[in-house]
């Protein structure tokens, strides 16, 4: 199993470009996250989906917008990249719903300039 | 959601056990302790979780006292590849969408 993969690795945009972040999952696990990490800081959950078909809100939503395509992938969407959106993206699954038991991708590191 | 405090910084010697504390003195009965590792630059990385039992497994042992105000990760045989930073985690299971909250965690570093 490759797990959880993300793509791409790293990406560099300017000031009002849009990207999409691709995540998928290989363990047929019915949640999925995307987290963004700050430099010295913590994670902080940008969405979330339970299941198939849902999707929420997290801490830090604004300037993002997510697509769960299907059970597999869970896609985030920067519709125009701001300097703040500078961070590392980490996506991640879970077999429960909302289940803290999370699997996590290797990450995607994003520069806006 | 019961606060964690973990020591800021640990050294272990290769090959020895590298014990882990976290104090969780306001946990609530139904909230579990969850452990995650977070190597540099990668994703973090689940490893354990507990309620009140005892846990192992084929990456760490979780021991928890019996009044449940704090929780001891251990790692049994130290490698070089374990120096990371270590995140002990109190949460409701199920609830509140599955956000995790981390906190500064404790720095291992896994010494020759």
């Known amino acids: 199993n490759a797990g959880v993969t993300q793509t791409p690795k790293f990406q560099v945009l300017k000031t009002g470009q849009s990207m999409t972040l691709q995540c998928a999952q290989d363990?047929?696990?019915?949640?999925m996250y995307w987290y963004r990490q700050d430099p010295g800081m913590g994670l902080r959950l940008i969405y979330y989906s339970a299941s198939e078909g849902t999707t929420d809100k997290g801490e830090v939503p604004n300037g993002y917008n997510v697509s769960r395509l299907n059970k597999r992938e869970f896609s985030l969407r920067l519709e125009s990249a701001a300097p703040s959106q500078t961070s590392v993206y980490f996506c991640?699954?879970?077999?429960?719903?909302?289940?803290?038991?999370?699997?996590f991708g290797p990450g995607t590191r994003l520069t806006v300039t | 959601d019961a606060k964690t405090t973990q020591p800021p910084s640990m050294d272990c010697a290769e090959g020895r056990a590298a014990n882990l504390p976290c104090n969780h003195s306001t946990i609530s009965g139904n909230e579990y302790v969850y452990w995650y590792r977070q190597i540099h630059s990668q994703g973090p990385q689940y490893i354990i979780h507990?309620?009140?039992n005892n846990e192992t497994n084929e990456m760490a042992s979780l021991i928890i006292t019996e009044d449940r105000k704090s929780s001891t990760l251990i790692l049994p045989h130290a490698t070089l590849r374990d120096t990371a930073v270590y995140y002990c985690?109190?949460?409701?299971?199920?609830?509140?969408?599955?956000?995790?909250?981390f906190g500064q965690g404790t720095e291992l570093s896994v010494k020759p």
């Open positions: 363990m047929n696990h019915n949640s």
């Open positions: 507990g309620l009140k």
């Open positions: 991640a699954s879970s077999v429960l719903a909302g289940g803290y038991e999370q699997y």
């Open positions: 985690i109190v949460r409701v299971a199920g609830n509140q969408g599955g956000k995790l909250i």
